[in-house]
């Protein structure tokens, strides 16, 4: 079957450090991947989607940054971190319409 | 910006009471689903419609979709406290690139 693995759970950091959060999926081939952030109590902000190795798109002009060096693996990063990139970040896939999510992140930047 | 947008944004109800929330969306779509979202959890798929189809039945869940007017609903008959969460709609569409972009949510609360 298939899984997605998600982590931290929670991330507490400081402004212009950087960040790597790192989303695995397991049981499945070729998915297209995505890169979620949710305000609180809001709906989900599409920040990166990738359909293969390589292949990112960039939805929103942003301090932040994605990476997929192997097929399951998909990577978010900042190299300096600021208070606004606080979030609940949501790591996602799908083969077909249906996706999939991790249990999500939530970072916060002090 | 969001393809789709739900309403009303927060729903409370009593136990056993029907809980309606809608969908509006912009461009012309390949699917439309509807995803659940308890607090400080990540997301779970519950039903998918096809732009070719009008209802769908999920257990106590009903979704339409009205191509021509671009909106769907999805009903909850019979609530129950557990059913507390958020409830999203999502979209996928040739025109997008089949990413699948997220509405605001709307936030129900089932009373015991």
């Known amino acids: 079957s298939q899984t997605i693995h998600q982590w931290p759970a929670t991330l507490v950091q400081p402004v212009g450090s950087p960040l790597s959060l790192e989303c695995t999926v397991e049981g499945t081939s070729n998915p297209n991947l995505y890169w979620y952030r949710q305000a609180a109590g809001r709906g989900l902000q599409l920040l990166f989607y990738?359909?293969?190795?390589?292949?990112i798109s960039s939805e929103v002009p942003q301090n932040l940054s994605a990476s997929r060096p192997q097929d399951r693996q998909f990577i978010l990063s900042s190299k300096k971190l600021l208070l606004s990139d606080s979030g609940f970040y949501l790591c996602?896939?799908?083969?077909?319409?249906?996706?999939?999510f991790g249990q999500g992140t939530r970072l916060t930047v002090v | 910006s969001q393809q789709g947008e739900e309403d009303p944004q927060a729903l409370s109800i009593q136990e056993g009471e029907n809980a309606t929330m809608n969908c509006s969306y912009k461009t012309s779509i390949n699917n439309l689903q509807w995803y659940r979202q308890n607090s400080g959890r990540g997301l779970v798929h519950l039903i998918l419609i096809r732009s070719n189809e009008r209802e769908k039945h999920s257990g106590r869940l009903r979704v339409t979709l009205d191509t021509s007017k671009k909106s769907s609903s999805l009903l909850i008959t019979a609530s129950r406290a557990a059913d507390t969460a958020s409830y999203f709609c999502a979209t996928d569409a040739w025109a997008a690139g089949n990413k699948l972009t997220f509405g605001g949510g709307t936030r129900v609360l089932v009373k015991p």
């Open positions: 996602a896939w799908s083969v077909l319409a249906e996706a999939f």
């Open positions: 990738s359909v293969g190795i390589g292949q």
